[in-house]
């Protein structure tokens, strides 16, 4: 009986590990905060962009910012590795940082597919929701 639920808890720790997928801005740092994310596509499928709008991320919180380093990039990891991209913008409301936002381009089909299959990670491991556009 103990062999079996170590088999089955096994089983799900792998699943949870294959699925798990994070953000970083800082490597080694994870951001908590999910982010509103907006695909776009060429009609041809060639190439795409993805915009991530992240409020209030924890990296832009005092105890993060000034102790941990700086933002240099936005690191999506998961089991096939890193996703990154240097396109990041800081939005200040009364001069406080109030989100970032991130555009990453994918120039190919095998880059498409690639972050798709990181977005389906990382939305199991978040939570979101794909809803397309009408």
Excluded: C, H
């Excluded at 915009?51 to 105890?63: A, C, M, T, V």
């Excluded at 990453?104 to 809803?131: A, P, V």
């Amino acid at each position: 009986m103990d062999e079996k639920k170590s088999q089955k808890n096994n089983k799900m720790d792998e699943k949870i590990r294959q699925s798990s997928a994070s953000i970083q801005f800082v490597k080694g740092i994870l951001e908590k905060v999910v982010p509103e994310v907006y695909l776009t596509r060429s009609r041809d499928g060639g190439t795409g962009k993805a915009k991530f709008k992240f409020i209030n991320p924890n990296i832009l919180d005092e105890s993060t910012l000034f102790n941990d380093g700086e933002i240099t990039g936005m690191y999506m990891i998961d089991i096939e590795g890193i996703i990154e991209t240097s396109n990041i913008i800081a939005i200040f409301k009364f001069g406080q940082p109030e989100s970032l936002e991130a555009i990453y381009t994918m120039y190919s089909l095998k880059e498409w597919d690639r972050f798709m299959r990181f977005m389906d990670r990382y939305s199991l491991s978040n939570g979101l929701l794909f809803r397309k556009t009408e």
